[in-house]
């Protein structure tokens, strides 16, 4: 601590990412990274993109990128906000949309960016807990808010809600901005954004870095009411108006462009996660039904934390939370067929 510091600073909780280490090499199960590289498109978009117009600055508006999205998900160009990661893109949701009188509401156990948010922007924020079975339950958030916001599929629990339960929601809630996190949704789940025409209080969050083998890149956006980009654009524009490097906005809208590539990586992904659960079930895990790029379970004896240990020093990577509720649970992420095998064949002689 410094005397230097802010008063806000002092109070602050930041987000802890997945391990990074660089002691070894690993199998990285921890970070839900996708195992695949990009789209060969999008990587010679990005290497097109590396000449001699980097001395000038982007697109601020990044519209390439936000007509590719628009095409694909049919919606227009209006209803698109793009950022330096969905994080980012949460970030202006929070400032810009979730800070009113009554409290947001969130589940207790998802992802731990909501609460960092909450307290650096200073919002009320109440938890709403999940079920006993980790089912996030709608029907709990009928109460007086500011705003909703929650991952489907939810993580770090892998499980989905159907677009049926979300819209009672939107119905249920027509005065408050409902924020539908979609970092997983191409895993198995289905998204919401054919509701925003419908519903003027949805935002939909999605990112480039799962599905679309772009953590590295940094690219995320939102899709909802033009009257909800707005804000959003108001606040980037009086933050930083050039989130999106012109390399970001080339191969992102080149990795929305290759359908083909992007459903084949998904497809992989999903059978790989079936094979995993599959044999952890045999092995007497309990997996909660997954919905996502990976995997909640529980070892026979609830023993996660040492689990975590062991196979970490022998050179795979899983995430372990030490919290209530999830301490006894690992948080695979699915890697290729080779890498799970690995994983699977330590976790045999554990």
């Given amino acids: 601590m410094s005397q230097y510091w802010s008063k806000l600073v002092h109070n602050l909780d930041p987000y802890v990412p997945g391990e990074q280490p660089k002691d070894q090499r690993y199998i990285k199960l921890n970070t839900n990274e996708c195992p695949y590289p990009p789209s060969p498109n999008a990587l010679a978009a990005i290497h097109a993109a590396a000449d001699e117009r980097l001395r000038l600055y982007p697109d601020p508006n990044a519209d390439e990128l936000k007509d590719a999205i628009a095409d694909y998900y049919k919606v227009q160009r209006a209803n698109i906000f793009v950022g330096n990661g969905s994080d980012e893109v949460l970030a202006h949701v929070f400032q810009g949309l979730l800070k009113h009188d009554a409290p947001l509401l969130y589940p207790d156990i998802s992802y731990s960016f909501y609460p960092v948010y909450a307290n650096l922007y200073q919002i009320n924020a109440q938890q709403i807990p999940l079920r006993e079975d980790f089912r996030v339950c709608l029907g ?3 109460v007086d808010n500011g705003g909703i916001i929650f991952p489907n599929p939810n993580a770090p629990t892998s499980m989905a809600l159907g677009l049926d339960t979300i819209e009672a929601l939107l119905q249920t809630h027509a005065e408050s901005v409902v924020v539908v996190d979609e970092a997983y949704v191409d895993f198995g789940a289905q998204t919401a954004i054919p509701l925003i025409d419908k519903y003027p209080n949805l935002l ?36 930083n108006s050039y989130p999106l490097g012109r390399m970001a906005i080339a191969g992102a809208a080149a990795a929305m462009r290759d359908k083909a590539y992007f459903e084949d990586t998904c497809q992989k992904i999903i059978a790989t996660r079936e094979m995993t659960v599959q044999s952890l079930t045999e092995m007497g895990f309990s997996v909660l039904p997954s919905a996502a790029n990976f995997v909640f379970a529980r070892p026979p004896a ?17 995430r372990y939370f030490n919290k209530p509720r999830i301490n006894e649970y690992l948080r695979i992420t ?16 554990l």
Avoid: C, W
């Fill in 334 to 349: 699915i890697g290729t067929d080779e890498e799970m095998a690995t994983f699977l064949s330590v976790l045999a002689e």
């Fill in 302 to 318: 609830g023993n996660a934390e040492s689990l975590y240990l062991a196979l970490k020093q022998r050179g795979v990577l899983v």
């Fill in 140 to 142: 709990d958030y009928a």
């Fill in 204 to 239: 939909v969050v999605q990112t480039f870095s799962k599905s679309r083998s772009l953590a590295g890149l940094r690219v995320g956006f939102a899709v909802g009411h033009p009257d909800l980009i707005n804000a959003l654009e108001r606040v980037k524009n009086s933050f």
